[in-house]
Nanobody, 127 residues
Framework: QVQLVESGGGSVQAGGSLRLSCAASGLVFTDYTMAWFRQAPGKEREFVVGINWNGGNSYYADSVKGRFTISRDNAKYTVYLQMNSLKPEDTAVYYC????????????????????WGKGTQVTVSS
């Protein structure tokens, strides 16, 4: 049974930082592209960033480029999201997702490409 468990969310002031973690189990981690999505109240779930199986390829949404950094530790079956210079518009529930549709080689920003999802962690940024 595949499980993705996010942690690290919380409340910060604008300009602050948070580091999210997603611990995976029940899958062969290196077969999967991992990604973070987010969903703000009243909005669609949107792609934030993804990373391929060995960390050699990553893709960021324009809204977070230069502020967020994704990384993964394959030995720990964990993917991380370092979020710096946070803005109020980053407020959302952040979801970890896994996809092996392309054997973990490429990063796809499409929600339907990801077959496994965590339950999410809340990030709140106040102005």
């Amino acid at each position: 049974q595949v499980q993705l468990v996010e942690s690290g969310g919380g409340s910060v002031q604008a300009g602050g930082s948070l580091r999210l973690s997603c611990a995976a189990s029940g899958l062969v981690f290196t077969d999967y592209t991992m990604a973070w999505f987010r969903q703000a109240p009243g909005k669609e779930r949107e792609f934030v960033v993804g990373i391929n199986w060995n960390g050699g390829n990553s893709y960021y949404a324009d809204s977070v480029k230069g502020r967020f950094t994704i990384s993964r530790d394959n030995a720990k079956y964990t993917v991380y999201l370092q979020m710096n210079s946070l803005k109020p518009e980053d407020t959302a529930v952040y979801y970890c997702a896994a996809s092996n549709r392309h054997n973990g080689i490429v990063v796809i920003a499409l929600r339907h490409d990801y077959g496994y999802w965590g339950k999410g962690t809340q990030v709140t940024v106040s102005s």
